[in-house]
């Protein structure tokens, strides 16, 4: 029997698949509770690259934890330098 139509993904894992992700590029400030949506997880996350604060969704396969898109938005938030 196969895993078809089951979620294999935690909430716990795609925060951190998540903030791995975003790490890469961007300073990781916060990541919001996920909210799962048709099969999809929606992480939401405020990131900050030089000095400009941004808002980011990261959409999230339920099933295989496959990054399949990310969606950026200014953030009206003004760093301290």
């Avoid at 997880?41 to 959409?59: E, P, Q």
Wanted: glycine content about 4%; hydrophobic content about 40%.
């Amino acid at each position: 029997m196969g895993l078809e139509g089951t979620l294999v993904v935690s909430k716990k894992m795609v925060e951190e698949i998540a903030r791995n992700f975003l790490a890469q590029n961007h300073s990781v400030l916060d990541v919001r509770d996920p909210i799962l949506e048709d099969h999809t997880w929606m992480v939401d996350a405020d990131v900050m690259l030089f000095s400009t604060y941004h808002r980011k969704t990261v959409k999230i396969n339920a099933e295989t934890g496959r990054i399949l898109a990310c969606e950026s938005r200014p953030y009206p938030k003004i760093a301290s330098l």
